[in-house]
Each structure stands twice: as C-alpha cells, then as structure tokens.
C-alpha cells in the first residue's frame, strides 16, 4: 500500500497517539493501531479504528475531564 499524501512512501503497521480538543479539554488516546507512511510520517486509520475511535471520544466528551489519557487497548 503506497502512501495517498506523499504518493511515495511505504505504509507501515504502526501505532500513534490520537489527539482531540473538545470545548478546552484535551482527549489523549494512546496506542491507537494505524498504518505510517515510512517517508512522510502520515497516519492512516482503518474503518473499524476510526469508527472505535469517535466512540472513545465520545464516551470521554461526556465526563468533562480537563485531560483525559486513554489507552486504546484498555477503553472499554
Ligand atoms: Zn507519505
């Protein structure tokens, strides 16, 4: 799979914090499986991880922590 940003590199299977600002709090998900390209550093997420992603983060929007650090693996 070539990389749609730079059009040159390589998409490698990686992980990669996700960061969202929401009303002045901050959502911090780690571990978040996506693919890297090895030339520009873009990320890219599959369907079900975007998917998953946006229920994380709403799930979080809901408590209105200052800072939330989720881990990707371990959100329920
Ligand atoms: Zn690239």
């Known amino acids: 799979m070539m990389c749609m940003y730079c059009k040159g590199g ?3 299977e990686s992980t990669t914090t996700h960061v969202v600002k929401y009303k002045g709090s901050l ?3 780690e571990n978040v499986p996506c693919l890297e390209c090895d030339q520009c550093g873009e ?4 369907d079900d ?5 946006e ?8 408590l209105a922590t200052k800072i939330s650090i989720i881990d ?3 959100a329920a």
Do not use: D, G, H, W
């Not at 990320?43 to 599959?46: L, N």
């Not at 991880?49 to 992603?53: H, S, Y």
């Open 10 to 12: 390589e998409l490698i």
């Open 72 to 74: 990707y693996a371990n």
């Open 27 to 29: 959502i911090i998900v």
């Open 49 to 53: 991880v975007a998917k998953r992603l």
């Open 55 to 62: 229920e994380i983060v709403n799930s979080v929007k809901k």
């Open 43 to 46: 990320t890219y997420f599959s």
